[in-house]
Nanobody
């Protein structure tokens, strides 16, 4: 059984910063790509950032230059450093990861339950 658990969300003023964490646990052989997505009220879920196992990252245009994704492979954890936050960044943030539970199975996409980020004065 594999679980992803996000943490670090909360209420922050515009211009502030937050750091989200997402830890994978359970039976894990390897983790490929990891990512962060978000869903604002009344909107579709959108991709925020992704990072490969080798550390190559990619970002949505709306967060480039403000958000930084990173990972600690030893801890099976992915992070999202969010700076210069704007009210339009308000959403539930979800992490996902492509995880192989053993060497005989292909990677499967796992998701966390989300953490709320609210940017408001």
């Amino acid at each position: 059984q594999v679980q992803l658990v996000e943490s670090g969300g909360g209420l922050v003023q515009p211009g502030g910063s937050l750091r989200l964490s997402c830890a994978a646990s359970g039976t894990i052989f390897s983790i490929n790509d990891m990512g962060w997505h978000r869903q604002a009220p009344g909107k579709q879920r959108e991709l925020v950032a992704t990072i490969t196992s080798g550390g190559r990252s990619d970002y949505a245009d709306s967060v480039k230059g403000r958000f930084t994704i990173s990972r600690d492979n030893a801890k099976n954890t992915v992070y999202l450093q969010m700076d210069s936050l704007k009210p339009e960044d308000t959403a539930v943030y979800y992490c996902n990861a492509y995880i192989r539970p053993n060497e005989y199975r292909p990677p499967r996409d796992y998701w966390g339950r989300g953490t709320q980020v609210t940017v408001s004065s």
